[in-house]
């Protein structure tokens, strides 16, 4: 599970990247740096990429859909939680977004991590950082709704490449290429089956010391 990624270029790079239109409008909240899950009592947000009629925009929203799930003590009671990543697809809940173009969005990142299996010396798990060498700035598959507290939005993720498998072997986000983007963002749902796959590991690294 990525509970963690990065967006360390500038607003300008960003839009520039993704096909909006300038003139683009200087943002003193960019580079956002690490990116974190958004929690009940304390937000947290990333910026995204939505289609906006024939072009597209930067928007910021929290990372983590908010859901209802039973308390494992009382199953009665209803907890909230913000899902981050999204695994199961043949989910009712997510469904509804998926199949929705306009639910769809482009999640810019650099760099995003994953835990490793075996602790460290000091007994915790080391992070690992992941990156595209070719592409200084790509997307996750993502997808959002509207929520009490606005737009929120997760990620797919989908069975971990060579790369990522040896050190986080349940799972990996889905990386899109460039040239599936317009097709994430518009196309049926039906079409989009090739997409939600493992991204070619001889594209990417491990950056050794966590560094971008």
Avoid at 75 to 85: F, G, H, I, M, Q
Wanted: proline share 10%; glycine share 8%; aromatic share 12%.
């Amino acid at each position: 599970m990525c509970n963690r990624y990065r967006l360390t270029a500038k607003q300008a790079e960003v839009m520039a990247t993704f096909g909006i239109r300038p003139p683009y409008e200087p943002d003193e909240t960019f580079p956002v740096g690490d990116i974190f899950p958004t929690g009940k009592k304390t937000p947290f947000y990333g910026a995204v990429i939505v289609k906006d009629g024939d072009d597209r925009r930067l928007e910021r929203m929290e990372w983590g859909v908010p859901t209802q799930l039973p308390s494992k003590r009382d199953p009665s009671v209803k907890l909230t939680k913000y899902v981050t990543n999204v695994r199961n697809l043949s989910s009712s809940f997510w469904r509804s977004m998926l199949t929705t173009p306009a639910r769809r969005c482009l999640v810019p990142v650099t760099s995003f991590s994953e835990y490793g299996i075996a602790p460290g010396e000091d007994g915790k798990k080391p992070l690992h950082w992941f990156d595209v060498p070719s592409r200084p700035i790509f997307a996750f598959a993502g997808i959002w709704r509207p929520t009490e507290r606005g737009n929120a939005y997760g990620f797919l993720t989908t069975e971990p490449n060579a790369i990522v498998v040896p050190i986080h072997p349940k799972a990996m986000p889905v990386i899109l290429h460039d040239d599936d983007y317009e097709r994430w963002l518009t196309a049926s749902w039906d079409e989009l089956g090739g997409v939600v796959a493992p991204y070619p590991s001889q594209l990417m690294r491990v950056l050794a010391d966590g560094s971008v």
